[in-house]
């Protein structure tokens, strides 16, 4: 799969761009675990034009985590093309633009998912930063903004026509969010469109090595997108990369191994960004693992409260050794 001149290879994996999850230190852990390509948190075009520091921290790069790319959102086209050549200047691989977020703050002022419902702006902002920057360009969507507009069919092949050089879809419309169950149909559809020749990435309730290949097999599409699924086990990349290549599962993580790989996100979190800020990215991930283990709750609640790397290290060793004889499986 190439976007531009970008070479991804076969079958890609692509860690999704997720507001605090996706920061430079989880995404360096993700790529070690096999990802392909990933993504900033996605970046709010008004808050970059007006140059706030949270905002400007967020198109920090480092060579360890490429290929990347940076996500922007927003629904004006002017701080739109201003926001894209100032995230060009920080040299990703490609500038994505998101057409896909659900969530009210962003799609109920009309930036994300609610661009579903002003097809010719979601167009008008894409041929704008298509033309104002010299990198590819690519856009996340969804299905439709509920089940009476399912429109993704007509806007992959608008967008491919203004410039995209891959569409990422979300098999959810924008009512859904992120409830029931992914229609990869649509999702497959467009991948059979004849007059669709950009790369095709799907998006939605790939959280197993089974389902992957599933997905690839079924659907055809030219990559996997995965989100939510890789919170608290970014692990997952390699135990699909694995499948895909040997048809065969790795075996489950022991406890210990999952609470060292805890511990080294932790680690690589709190180094990269501070310990207080690290902390609080880490909690997402720690409040994962272990929950179903008999007896943790006492651990689980020290393990979420603790405020310092030590302490939580200290608490990851004790949950390592309480349940030396447990697996991955016994905490599903």
């Not at 970008?6 to 999850?21: C, I, N, Q, S, T």
């Not at 692990?235 to 406890?255: A, C, M, Q, R, V």
């Not at 932790?266 to 990269?272: I, N, R, Y």
């Not at 283990?293 to 393990?303: G, N, S, V, Y």
């Amino acid at each position: 799969m190439k976007i531009g001149k970008l070479e991804l290879g076969d079958k890609p994996l692509f860690l999704a761009p997720m507001e605090d999850v996706t920061d430079p230190s989880f995404r360096v852990f993700c790529k070690e675990q096999g990802v392909d390509m990933m993504y900033t948190e996605f970046v709010s075009a008004d808050a970059l034009v007006r140059n706030v520091n949270r905002s400007l921290r967020k198109l920090e790069l480092m060579d360890a985590e490429r290929p990347v790319g940076i996500q922007i959102y927003g629904n004006d086209i002017e701080k739109m093309v201003v926001a894209a050549k100032m995230a060009e200047a920080a040299n990703p691989d490609v500038i994505d633009l998101n057409f896909g977020c659900p969530v009210k703050k962003i799609a109920g002022k009309g930036s994300g998912s609610g661009l579903l419902l002003d097809i010719p702006k979601m167009l008008a902002i894409t041929d704008a930063v298509v033309k104002a920057v010299n990198i590819p360009v690519t856009a996340k969507t969804r299905l439709g903004w509920d089940s009476e507009s399912l429109v993704i069919e007509q806007v992959a092949e608008q967008l491919q026509d203004v410039g995209v050089k891959a569409l990422c879809i979300h098999g959810r419309t924008k009512e859904q969010m992120y409830n029931g169950i992914a229609d990869w149909t649509l999702i497959g559809k467009v991948k059979e469109n004849p007059r669709i020749n950009i790369p095709i990435i799907g998006n939605g309730d790939v959280d197993s090595p089974q389902k992957a290949k599933q997905f690839f097999d079924d659907y055809n599409v030219d990559g996997l997108m995965i989100g939510r699924a890789s919170i608290g086990r970014p692990w997952i990349f390699k135990e699909i990369k694995h499948f895909l290549d040997t048809g065969e599962l790795l075996p489950p993580l022991t406890i210990k191994e999952q609470a060292q790989l805890m511990d080294e996100i932790v680690q690589k979190s709190c180094a990269m960004i501070g310990e207080r800020r690290g902390i609080l990215h880490a909690r997402r991930h720690l409040a994962i693992p272990f929950k179903n283990l008999p007896d943790i709750r006492p651990l689980r609640i020290q393990l979420l409260r603790e405020k310092t790397v030590a302490g939580i290290s200290e608490v990851l060793m004790q949950i390592g050794d309480k349940y030396a004889d447990y697996s991955e499986a016994d905490s599903a």
